[in-house]
């Protein structure tokens, strides 16, 4: 089981940017996928990005690309989702995740591990 804690969230004008962390904790991190989604108020989770354990293969919605950036720091245990350009319709609670591959993730949604969450709010 891997242990996932987000930082980073909170209250930013449109136009501007956040970088969100996820400390992870537990078995070998750096062999999962990792990625982030966010949920806003009455929609369902929603996959943002994702990236592979290598770091090598990067997946980002369509609502997204261009604008935000994952990393990973596996040295670190840490993933990284830098937002730029912010938007009111990014709003939303942000969830880290680990999980066995890009794919599985963002199609299956099979999620191994979850984070509690961090709030992004967008003013216009």
């Known amino acids: 089981q891997v242990q996932l804690v987000e930082s980073g969230g909170g209250l930013v004008q449109a136009g501007g940017s956040l970088r969100l962390s996820c400390a992870a904790s537990?078995?070998?991190?750096?062999?999962?996928?990792m990625g982030w989604f966010r949920q806003a108020p009455g929609k369902e989770r929603e996959p943002v990005a994702a990236i592979t354990w290598s770091g090598d293969i990067t997946y980002y919605a369509d609502s997204v690309k261009g604008r935000f950036t994952i990393s990973r720091d596996n040295a670190k245990n840490t993933v990284y989702l830098q937002m730029n350009s912010l938007k009111p319709e990014d709003t939303a609670v942000y969830y880290c995740?680990?999980?066995?591959?890009?794919?599985?993730?963002?199609?299956?949604?099979?999620?191994?591990?979850w984070g509690q969450g961090t709030q992004v709010t967008v003013s216009s």
């Open positions: 995740a680990a999980g066995h591959t890009i794919r599985s993730m963002t199609v299956n949604r099979s999620i191994g591990s």
């Open positions: 537990g078995r070998t991190v750096s062999s999962y996928a």
